[in-house]
Structures are given as structure tokens and as C-alpha cells.
């Protein structure tokens, strides 16, 4: 597991940027705005964190605060809000590993506070926005905002 995101699940904090990560530190950059009552997200590149931090300073992150919003035999999910206004992240845990297998944060979704699994290979979370995205379990950077 890259050290960063250790970071992540024992400081609880994360880099201000919208992305989904990985545990190896690989990283899809998101665009994500609001255009009415609509969410447009889409991904911009492909980075990292060490790139991230190369580029900005260590203690430009938002502070977490994570809660369990659903599980099921083989995974937890955990989403919440940040120390900055607007912010929200979800995560997924593998059970029996305790790995972290994705992480996404957006910085004007607000909190997300609602998730389920639509089947077993879908996550769907809501935001206090409400904002709702459909996430595939193994393809995170496949997911899509439901209108």
C-alpha cells in the first residue's frame, strides 16, 4: 500500500483534488460541476499522488470524517465530510483483507450519507446535494451520476 494512502485511513485527511484513488497511489483526476440541477463528472487524466504532492504543499488536505454508510459479507463502505465546506469522499474496504480498494473525492458534492448495494457488483451513494452516483465495485472510474 502506497504510504499517502495509508495516510488516508490512519489521519483520516486527503489532497483537495477530485479523484478517485487507488492503494497504489495511482489516481484518476475528476472534473465534476454543477450545471443547474445537474452533475456533470467526468475524468480528466491519469496521475498520482506523488505527483500531486511534487505540485502542491503536504498539508493542502481536507481532514475526514468517515462513518460506515453500508456493508454487506464482502465489503464495507464509507463515506462522509470534510474539513472544507463542500467536500465529500466515499471509500471502499474489503472485509477479510482490511484493504482500502478505491477512494473518491469530489470538493462540491457535500457529505455523501447514503449508500447501498444495488447488486453485487454496484454501489449507489447519495450526497446531502443530492447527488447520486452509480459506482461499479471493481471499475470505480467507470462510475456515473444518476440523473
Same mark, same amino acid.
Given at each position: 500500500m502506497h504510504p499517502r494512502i495509508k495516510n488516508i485511513l490512519e489521519n483520516y485527511t486527503y489532497p483537495i483534488i477530485k479523484s478517485i484513488t487507488y492503494p497504489n497511489g495511482d489516481m484518476f483526476v475528476l472534473e465534476g460541476q454543477w450545471l443547474g440541477e445537474e452533475y456533470h463528472l467526468r475524468i480528466l487524466c491519469q496521475s498520482t499522488l506523488d505527483s500531486y504532492f511534487k505540485y502542491n504543499e503536504a498539508d493542502y488536505v481536507s481532514n475526514?470524517?468517515?462513518?460506515?454508510? +453500508? &456493508?454487506? +459479507?464482502? !465489503? &464495507?463502505? !464509507? =463515506? =462522509?465530510?470534510? %474539513?472544507? *465546506?463542500?467536500? =465529500?469522499? $466515499? !471509500?471502499? $474496504?474489503?472485509? *477479510? %483483507? %482490511?484493504e482500502l480498494l478505491w477512494f473518491l473525492f469530489l470538493d462540491n458534492s457535500e457529505y455523501f450519507k447514503e449508500a447501498y448495494f444495488e447488486d453485487t457488483n454496484h454501489i449507489i451513494t447519495r450526497s446531502e446535494l443530492n447527488l447520486q452516483l452509480r459506482i461499479p465495485i471493481n471499475a470505480p472510474e467507470k462510475l456515473s451520476v444518476i440523473k
Open positions: 475526514l470524517y468517515p462513518q460506515m454508510v +453500508a &456493508e454487506n +459479507a464482502q !465489503y &464495507e463502505v !464509507y =463515506g =462522509g465530510e470534510c %474539513s472544507w *465546506e463542500g467536500d =465529500g469522499f $466515499i !471509500y471502499l $474496504i474489503h472485509k *477479510e %483483507s %482490511s
